[in-house]
């Protein structure tokens, strides 16, 4: 009883070794083949296009950009090797613009637009898994998604990325509104005539520390407001525009002039202004030449002549003209006559 009792204890244990290892074997198993599928639908995925880097590229009007499309072809991947770079449109009823493409180791340059001028494929070898774009000279106009499209049949995988083309901002103009007198309202304005928006503008004074809290700046618009002006915010002021392509900026020196000194440059300069160039009559004391007569204005009746002139001279030496001239006009005389109400003429 005993020996059948063992005999029985040994063969159920003997089974449930067999039952853990069938177990375990078809575990193992179930994983391989888990494998081999994944393997080869990796394989069967075929081309994949490898480039990383951000989706949105900015830069600046008139330099250049390379877009990436770097590419690994599958296993599977043996038909003949085509590349194709598009700008798509935004509208999507309308056809996409083929750029550049590559196929059967020749390369294409599609269209004569203008935005075709200085395209070219980054590697002299497209077909060594690199299919990157450059564009050497941008302007806005070259502003939109582009396309990369990899295909070696039965593989195809492509990739999009937007370029954004933007003007840096001009150098700004600097300029003050108001009369930079103490206790007046004072603005300093910053203003650049080019540039992509959004802009930004920033002042900061160079000289005497910051600017006081008590002015406000508007970053949008570049205006500095100073509501009561004082010698505390006098200084040379720095204004700097920034978009995300370009800096420049514009520098300002601004006063704190008192009312009393203004006041009197003020009148000063009016006084220069109405009395610097007045003519100025001669003194008094300058020498009459000896052929000047009495103002014919006072006896206009009267013609003077040299005292002692005589009937055969027909012109006179003297002058018949207002203080005034300074040309002298021979006038032709009569002989001297005695006038009974001035006497005779000298």
Sequence with gaps: SLTRKHVHQASTSSRACVTRSAVIKGFFFTMQMIFLVLHKLRCAQGMQVTSTGPQTIQTAEGEGVTLGCRYTPGTLDTGELDIEWSMLSPDTTQKDQMLMSYSSGTKYL????????????TAHDPSMGDASLSIALLSPAHSATYQCKVKKSPGVDMRKVSLVVMVKPSAPKCWVEGGELVGEA???HCQS???STPLKYTWR???AGPIPATATQNSVTGELKISNHSQSFAGIYRCEVNN?????????NLRANKHLDFILLSRLSLWLCHNLFIDVP?????????HTSRSTNQHPQVTYCQVGGTEGSSFSEGCAHPRSSNSCTPVKCTPVEYDSKYGYAV
């Design 244 to 252: 995300a392509v370009g800096t420049e900026h514009c520098m300002i």
């Design 110 to 121: 599609h269209g004569n637009h203008a935005l075709a001028k200085g395209l070219s494929f």
């Design 282 to 290: 001669p003194p008094e004391s300058r020498p009459v030449s000896r």
């Design 205 to 207: 004074r160079e000289s």
């Design 193 to 195: 005539a080019k540039g």
């Design 186 to 188: 004072v603005a300093l």
